[in-house]
């Protein structure tokens, strides 16, 4: 396991002015030079190494302190596992090590106006031209896309759906800052332009028509993987605040955690976290067997520990009460940030309507 102990204290200490300002270059340095950035690839590759259960405590210690920083993790994860899997030796050989140092950043550029939850109504082009290809679309909700160097970008050709990496240097490359959302305010968001921006060919990562189902499908089970397991670091980490808050604090003579009602709060959060770790841990295991249940435990284990990092933080404002509203209250960071973790990598629904087809599934074979 890699030593993350700087990282969570200056998280600690900083993380409310991140949420505002965005996480700083010399923070994600710092998850370099420790060894975050795709912690789970190989030592050949320059990586930490990581099976999948290391993977998930990793994420769920950085969620436990500050979404941001999980969501380094993820989205640079989500990057490096893809060309880990589907690039050819010569584009492992040239990428992963730059991922793994840190020396690149990179962000995953899918998302555009009406592609988000259906990935394959994506516009963005590209068009051959020579040796080269033309890459003209714009992405939006780029995570930490105004930082990255390089983006995995989805995008259509005559052959199909395609992925390819894209420096942000290139001539017609425009990365404009995108507001703040609801929560994961401090993953400096961006919109990202591509106007016939020029690639070589090689930089398409698997042949056209596996952009969507191979390269960008290894990258969101990566990054679902770890946001559930930083789901269940985050339910924990306000169960904690929100124990400790009753426990210290006193109304009308009455301690608060004496109240039954308070209690009964605490011990169906405590519960509903411990299953949404243990479906993270089952995921885990699938992962490292190879199974072919991994993809659907996954799905299952974000589906479950987004919904519990949404209803414990809730519950935890509602314990800590005004204390839980102030602007730089982590359990109000929290709870922001648990919803918007109901929406990435796969909304609640979507994953539903999923699990469901698994359960047909399994009833007919």
Do not use: N
Not at 43 to 65: I, Q
Not at 87 to 95: H, K, P
Not at 282 to 291: E, F, I, N
Request: with cysteine; hydrophobic share 45%; glycine share 12%.
């Amino acid at each position: 396991m890699i030593e993350v102990d700087e990282l969570v204290r200056a998280a600690d200490r900083d993380a409310a002015h991140w949420d505002r300002d965005g996480l700083p270059d010399e923070v994600i340095a710092l998850a370099a030079k420790h060894g975050v950035l795709a912690a789970d690839r190989a030592v050949r590759s320059g990586g930490a190494g990581l099976d999948a259960r290391e993977l998930g405590d990793l994420a769920a210690t950085l969620g436990r302190v500050c979404s941001g920083l999980r969501s380094l993790l993820t989205v640079h994860g989500m990057v490096a596992a893809a060309v880990d899997r589907w690039g050819s030796a010569a584009q492992r050989a040239t990428w992963l090590p730059r991922l793994t140092s840190g020396d690149v950043i990179a962000a995953l550029a899918a998302t555009e106006a009406g592609a988000g939850t259906e990935l394959s109504a994506v516009t963005t082009t590209f068009e051959t031209e020579g040796a080269d290809v033309l890459v003209s679309g714009t992405k939006l909700w780029v995570t930490f896309g105004q930082r990255a160097d390089v983006y995995l970008v989805l995008g259509r050709a005559p052959g199909g759906l395609c992925a390819a990496l894209v420096d942000r240097d290139r001539p017609g490359v425009e990365v404009d800052p995108a507001q703040s959302g609801l929560g994961l305010r401090g993953t400096r968001l961006a919109t990202v332009r591509f106007d016939r921006v020029r690639i070589p060919a090689a930089r398409l990562i698997a042949p056209p028509g596996f952009g969507l189902s191979h390269v960008i499908g290894t990258a969101l089970d990566h990054g679902r993987y770890t946001v559930a397991w930083g789901g269940v670091g985050l339910a924990r980490a306000c169960l904690d605040d929100a124990a400790a808050h009753a426990a210290g604090r006193t109304q009308g003579g009455t301690v608060l955690a004496d109240h039954q009602l308070i209690r009964a709060t605490l011990g169906r959060s405590w519960a509903e976290v411990e299953g949404a770790q243990a479906l993270c841990e089952r995921a885990a295991a699938a992962r490292t067997a190879k199974s072919p249940d991994a993809l659907i435990a996954t799905i299952a284990a974000k589906y479950a520990a987004a919904g519990v990092a949404a209803a414990v933080s809730e519950r935890a404002v509602q314990v800590l009460g005004a204390a839980g509203c102030l602007p730089d209250s982590r359990i109000g960071r929290f709870y922001r940030d648990a919803k918007v973790m109901q929406i990435i990598e796969g909304a609640q629904e979507v994953a539903e309507v999923t699990m469901g087809e698994h359960v047909v599934r399994g009833t007919r074979a």
